[in-house]
C-alpha cells in the first residue's frame, strides 16, 4: 500500500479514538509524516503520538491493525513497546500534576476551602487514572469511579485496597508503602497485578506517594493505578511472536540459541541438528500447503521425543529443527527421532512421512560458543547428508577443519581471480606409443592448487563459467603466438571444459568470439566437454563440430550409454581417468575392450593423469591412442622455450 493511501486509512481509524486538536486533513498530513520515520525510528513514531495525545483506549490497537501488514514485526513490536512507555511518562507527569494539585489543595483548604474542593474532584473523578487514597492502614478514604472500574467493584469506601493486590504481590507492595511512610523514597512506581471482585487478573501501573496536611505532617497515602492489561497482553503476545516460529509454535532460532547457552553453561550436552530429507518434494509435489501440513504433525511428534528426553526443541530453519539436552545415549536418540518420523502423516489422501538426517555434536568442551556449537552441528548434518538420506553422522573436528579449509579456499578464489594470482600452464599431450608432442592441454594453477583443485572450487562457489572463459581466452592467445613462431609444427590446443561451462548457453557464441579475437584457426583447437553435460542432452557439441571445432568428451568412463552416445556425437577423442591394473587380470581386458569399442566408433582414446613410464606402457598395451600427465606442466614461457628446442 502506498504510504499516502495508508496515511488517509490510519487516520480514519484513529482519528475517532482519541481527540486530537487537528483538522482530519492535519491528522493525516502528519500521520504521513511518521510513517516516513516509522522504519527507521519507530521509538519516534510512539512518542510523537503520544505527544499529540493520540492515546485512547483503542489508539495502539487500530494503528497495529492497520501498520501490521505493511511492516516487519520486529518493527510493530518496538512500536508498541516504546508507545507503553511514553503513555507510561505521560501517565507519571499526569501522576505528578494530580499529586501536586492534591497537596495544594490540602495546604490551601481553610483558605479557599470551596475553590480548592471544586478543582480537587474535576481532578480526581474526571481522570483516566484510579486514584484513592488510603490512611496508613490501606483503608480507603477516598476512590474515584476509574478505580472503581479496573477492581471490579461498587464503592471502594471503607474497603482496604490491599484486598486487590494479587497474594505474590501483597508483601512487596506493602514494604513500599512503608518505605514512603518512613521517607526513605519520596514515591514508589510499579507493574503489578490487581484481582478484580470477579477474580480475573488485571495489570497495572501503581504509583504511591504520601499526602501531608496543611502543616507539612503525613497523613495519608494516595496511590494512582493505571490499567495497562491490554498493551501487557500485547506485549506478551509479540514477545512470544518474536521468540517463537509461526507455523509450528516451536521456539525459533533465536530462543534455541538462548536456551543452548543455558544449558552449555550447566553441564555436558548433546545437540543434534535435524534436516528433513527431501522436503522439497513434498512442496514442489504436493504444494506448500501441504508441506505446512507436515512440518506441523513432524514439530508435534519432535516435541514427543523431546519431552520424554527433558530436551529444548526448536525449529530454526525451513525444514530444519534443533534439540539440545544433557548429554545423552546418541545412536538411542537417533532411533526414538527416526521411528517416530516413520508413520505417515495423511494430507489430502496421500500418506506423507519422511526420514531427516542428523548432524550430531556429543558433549562439546565447556570452553566452546554457541555459535561454535552451532557451526559445528551443521557441519555435522552437511556430513550426514553426503552419505545419503536417514543417515546421522557425529562432529568430527578433524575432517571439520579439512572441509572448512577447502571452503575457506573457495570463499577467496572470486578474489584471487580479481587480483590475477590464477595462471595457465600447459600439458603436453603425447602420442602412443612414439611419445611425441602431438598437443598440449591448458591447465589452471593457482598457487600450489593445480587444475582439478581449482576447477572444483570453483564450481562450490558459481565462477567455474567465467574462469573457464578466462582460460579459453589465455591458452587461445598463448596458441596464436605458438602458431605464428613454429607453424606447422606447433601442438594442437586442448581445452577441457567444466560441467557449468560445458551447459552454458553460450558456449558456441564464446568459442566463436574468442577465436576470432585471438586469431587461432579453428582447426587448432580441441575442446572437450564434460560427459555428465552431454548425456543431459546438452547440444553444444554439435553445433562446436558444425563450426569446425574439433570436439571429445570428458570423464569417460566407458559405460553403456556413454558408448551409445559415442555413435551418435561429432566427438574425435574421449578423455579417460582410470587407475592401470596388472596384465592379465579382467580388469585389463576389459579396458582393452573398451579402448577397442570406442576405436569401432572412429574415436581416439586419451588417458589423462599419466605419472609414470610405466602408466604410459600399461595405456600403449590396452590400445589407447594418447596420453597426459607424464610430462610436468610448464608454465606458456617454460613451454615457449622446450618447443623451440
Given at each position: ?8 486509512v ?7 479514538t ?7 486533513a492535519?491528522?493525516?498530513a502528519y500521520?504521513?509524516e ?5 522504519p ?11 505527544a499529540?495525545?493520540l ?15 505493511e ?9 508498541s ?5 511514553a ?7 499526569q501522576?505528578?500534576?494530580?499529586k ?6 490540602k495546604?490551601?483548604v ?12 474535576e ?19 477516598e ?7 479496573i ?11 490491599f484486598d486487590f ?19 526513605v523514597?519520596?514515591?514508589f512506581r510499579?507493574?503489578?497485578?490487581l ?24 497523613t ?19 514477545d512470544?511472536q ?9 521456539p525459533?532460532?533465536?530462543?534455541f540459541v ?6 552449555h553453561?550447566q553441564g ?7 534436516d528433513?530429507?527431501?522436503f522439497s ?15 506441523r504433525s513432524?514439530?508435534?511428534?519432535l516435541?514427543a ?6 530436551a529444548?526443541?526448536?525449529?530454526i ?10 548429554a545423552?545415549?546418541v ?5 526414538l ?6 508413520e505417515?502423516?495423511?494430507v489430502?489422501?496421500?500418506?506423507l512421512a519422511?526420514?531427516v ?7 562439546p568442551?565447556?570452553?566452546?560458543s554457541?555459535?561454535?556449537?552451532l557451526?559445528?552441528a ?10 545419503g538420506m536417514?543417515q ?5 573436528p ?7 579449509g ?19 600452464d ?11 608432442v ?7 594453477r ?8 581449482t576447477?572444483a ?5 558459481g ?17 596464436a603466438q605458438?602458431?605464428?613462431a613454429?607453424?606447422?609444427?606447433a601442438?594442437m ?24 579475437e585471438?586469431?587461432?584457426?579453428a ?7 564434460d ?7 546438452d ?22 550409454h556413454?558408448?551409445?552416445l ?9 578423455v579417460?581417468?582410470?587407475a ?23 574415436v581416439?582414446?586419451v ?6 613410464d ?6 600403449t ?12 606442466a610448464l ?8 618447443l623451440?628446442?
Amino acid at each position: 500500500m502506498q504510504r499516502s493511501q495508508l496515511a488517509h486509512v490510519w487516520a480514519r481509524a484513529i482519528s475517532s479514538t482519541a481527540y486530537v486538536p487537528l483538522s482530519p486533513a492535519e491528522i493525516e498530513a502528519y500521520l504521513y509524516e511518521l510513517l516516513e520515520l516509522l522504519p527507521t525510528a519507530p521509538e519516534t513514531v510512539a512518542e510523537r503520538m503520544v505527544a499529540i495525545r493520540l492515546t485512547g483506549p483503542d489508539s495502539l490497537r487500530r494503528t497495529i491493525e492497520v501498520l501490521a501488514p505493511e511492516y516487519e514485526q520486529s518493527v510493530i513490536a518496538t512500536l508498541s513497546s516504546q508507545y507503553a512507555f511514553a503513555m507510561r511518562l505521560d501517565a507519571f507527569d499526569q501522576q505528578e500534576q494530580i499529586k501536586v494539585a492534591l497537596m495544594a489543595s490540602k495546604r490551601r483548604v481553610e483558605r479557599v476551602l470551596k475553590v480548592s474542593e471544586a478543582r480537587f474532584r474535576e481532578v480526581f473523578t474526571s481522570s483516566a487514572l484510579g486514584i484513592a487514597i488510603t490512611d496508613f492502614a490501606g483503608v480507603c478514604v477516598e476512590a474515584n469511579d476509574t478505580l472503581a472500574e479496573i477492581v471490579g467493584h461498587g464503592s471502594l469506601i471503607g474497603r482496604s485496597l490491599f484486598d486487590f493486590f494479587h497474594p505474590a504481590d501483597a508483601e512487596r507492595l506493602g514494604a513500599a508503602y512503608r518505605r514512603v511512610r518512613n521517607g526513605v523514597v519520596d514515591r514508589f512506581r510499579e507493574q503489578r497485578k490487581l484481582i478484580r471482585a470477579d477474580g480475573e487478573p488485571v495489570w497495572v501501573y501503581l504509583a504511591g506517594s504520601l499526602l501531608h496536611d496543611a502543616d507539612g505532617v503525613p497523613t495519608h497515602h494516595v496511590t494512582m493505578i493505571e490499567d495497562i492489561s491490554e498493551l501487557y497482553l500485547l506485549q506478551k503476545n509479540l514477545d512470544h511472536q518474536l521468540l517463537h516460529d509461526s507455523l509450528t509454535g516451536l521456539p525459533n532460532r533465536q530462543h534455541f540459541v538462548t536456551q543452548l547457552e543455558k544449558l552449555h553453561g550447566q553441564g555436558p550436552i548433546t545437540l543434534y541438528h535435524l534436516d528433513l530429507d527431501a522436503f522439497s518434494v513434498v512442496n514442489n509435489g504436493l504444494g506448500h500447503a501441504a508441506g505446512d501440513t507436515l512440518l506441523r504433525s513432524v514439530a508435534q511428534r519432535l516435541h514427543a521425543v523431546a519431552s520424554a528426553q527433558n530436551a529444548v526443541l526448536a525449529r530454526i530453519g525451513g525444514g530444519e529443527f534443533g534439540i539440545v539436552c544433557f548429554a545423552n545415549e546418541v545412536p538411542e536418540m537417533v532411533s526414538l527421532i527416526q521411528e517416530e518420523l516413520t508413520e505417515p502423516t495423511y494430507v489430502d489422501g496421500h500418506g506423507l512421512a519422511l526420514s531427516v538426517s542428523i548432524g550430531v555434536v556429543d558433549r562439546p568442551p565447556g570452553s566452546s560458543s554457541v555459535s561454535e556449537l552451532l557451526r559445528a552441528a551443521n557441519s555435522a548434518l552437511r556430513q550426514a547428508q553426503q552419505r545419503g538420506m536417514r543417515q546421522w553422522a557425529l562432529y568430527d573436528p578433524h575432517e571439520d577443519a579439512v572441509r572448512r579449509g577447502q571452503a575457506a579456499l573457495a570463499a577467496a578464489l572470486p578474489g584471487a581471480v580479481e587480483s590475477g594470482e590464477l595462471s595457465v600452464d600447459y600439458s603436453a599431450v603425447l602420442d602412443l606409443p612414439s611419445r611425441e608432442v602431438i598437443g598440449l592441454a591448458a591447465r589452471l594453477r593457482w598457487g600450489d592448487l593445480g587444475h582439478a583443485q581449482t576447477l572444483a572450487l570453483a564450481e562450490e562457489t558459481g565462477i567455474s563459467l567465467p574462469i573457464g572463459q578466462w582460460l579459453l581466452h589465455e591458452s587461445c592467445a598463448q596458441a596464436a603466438q605458438w602458431l605464428s613462431a613454429l607453424g606447422e609444427r606447433a601442438p594442437m590446443l586442448h581445452v577441457a571444459l567444466s560441467p557449468l561451462q560445458s551447459r552454458d548457453e553460450d558456449l558456441v557464441a564464446h568459442v566463436k568470439r574468442t577465436l576470432d579475437e585471438t586469431g587461432l584457426p579453428a582447426s587448432q583447437l580441441r575442446v572437450a566437454l564434460d560427459i555428465g553435460s552431454v548425456l543431459a542432452g546438452d547440444d553444444n557439441v554439435h553445433v562446436l563440430a558444425d563450426n569446425g571445432i574439433g570436439t571429445g568428451v570428458d570423464g569417460f568412463h566407458g559405460g553403456y550409454h556413454e558408448l551409445a552416445l559415442l555413435s551418435e556425437l561429432p566427438v574425435r577423442a574421449v578423455v579417460v581417468r582410470a587407475a592401470v591394473a596388472a596384465e592379465g587380470t579382467v580388469l585389463h581386458a576389459a579396458m582393452g575392450d573398451v579402448v577397442a569399442a570406442v576405436h569401432r566408433l572412429g574415436v581416439r582414446v586419451v588417458a589423462d593423469g599419466v605419472g609414470s613410464d610405466g602408466d604410459a606402457d600399461w595405456w600403449t598395451s590396452v590400445g589407447a591412442d594418447a596420453v597426459h600427465g607424464l610430462m610436468p606442466a610448464l608454465s606458456a614461457a617454460e613451454m615457449t622455450e622446450y618447443l623451440a628446442n
